[in-house]
């Protein structure tokens, strides 16, 4: 195999990897890279399929203590950024840790309370298992490519 040869088959390959991991998150649209968006985007997935509305999970999320828990986790991280990098922390990284925790769980308290308010439950359930089923055999389609086996479940039609 020419040396011209190879570089094409390996930028070929890079630009197929390169596509395959970022147009499905570019398909969701620029939304600031926050750190902790991820999760809140597959549930407003999942709740769009179950029928709960943009004003719905607005309304939920102003009610609740988390603009107050992400102002005090922002505050929280500047702190222990400036701390570990002076190498002077004392209870930065637990104050942190623990404000992190509560937005955590008060997030979660609001998905919650959406979803068991819906009363169409089964789309978004039958979405999260498709996509699940769906990111199984994508990286299976990976692992073989590269040069593993494949472990995924077969679909047949």
Same mark, same amino acid.
């Given at each position: 195999?020419?040396?011209?040869?190879?570089?094409?088959?390996?930028?070929?390959?890079?630009?197929?990897?390169?596509?395959?991991?970022?147009?499905?998150?570019?398909?969701?649209?620029?939304?600031?890279?926050?750190?902790?968006? #991820?999760?809140?985007?597959?549930? @407003?997935?999942?709740?769009?399929? *179950?029928?709960? %509305?943009?004003?719905?999970? =607005?309304? $939920?999320?102003?009610?609740?203590?988390?603009?107050?828990?992400?102002?005090?986790?922002?505050?929280?991280?500047?702190?222990?950024?400036?701390?570990?990098?002076? #190498?002077?922390?004392?209870?930065? @990284?637990?104050?942190?840790?623990? *404000?992190?925790? %509560?937005?955590?769980?008060? =997030?979660? $308290?609001?998905?919650?309370?959406?979803?068991?308010?819906?009363?169409?439950?089964?789309?978004?359930?039958?979405?999260?298992?498709?996509?699940?089923?769906?990111?199984?055999?994508?990286?299976?389609?990976?692992?073989?490519?590269?040069?593993?086996?494949? %472990?995924?479940?077969?679909?047949?039609?």
């Amino acid at each position: 195999m020419s040396k011209k040869t190879a570089v094409s088959i390996v930028s070929g390959v890079s630009a197929l990897i390169l596509a395959a991991t970022c147009l499905p998150a570019m398909a969701f649209g620029m939304h600031g890279h926050h750190r902790h968006g #991820g999760d809140d985007m597959k549930f @407003v997935l999942y709740a769009k399929a *179950d029928g709960i %509305t943009h004003d719905q999970v =607005k309304t $939920a999320f102003e009610k609740s203590n988390v603009k107050a828990d992400f102002e005090a986790v922002r505050k929280d991280e500047k702190a222990m950024d400036g701390c570990i990098i002076a #190498g002077t922390c004392t209870n930065e @990284v637990t104050t942190y840790e623990t *404000d992190l925790a %509560t937005l955590t769980k008060d =997030k979660l $308290a609001v998905w919650q309370g959406l979803f068991q308010s819906a009363s169409n439950k089964t789309p978004g359930v039958n979405l999260k298992t498709t996509l699940d089923s769906l990111k199984q055999q994508k990286h299976a389609a990976f692992k073989t490519a590269l040069g593993g086996t494949s %472990t995924a479940p077969t679909t047949e039609q």
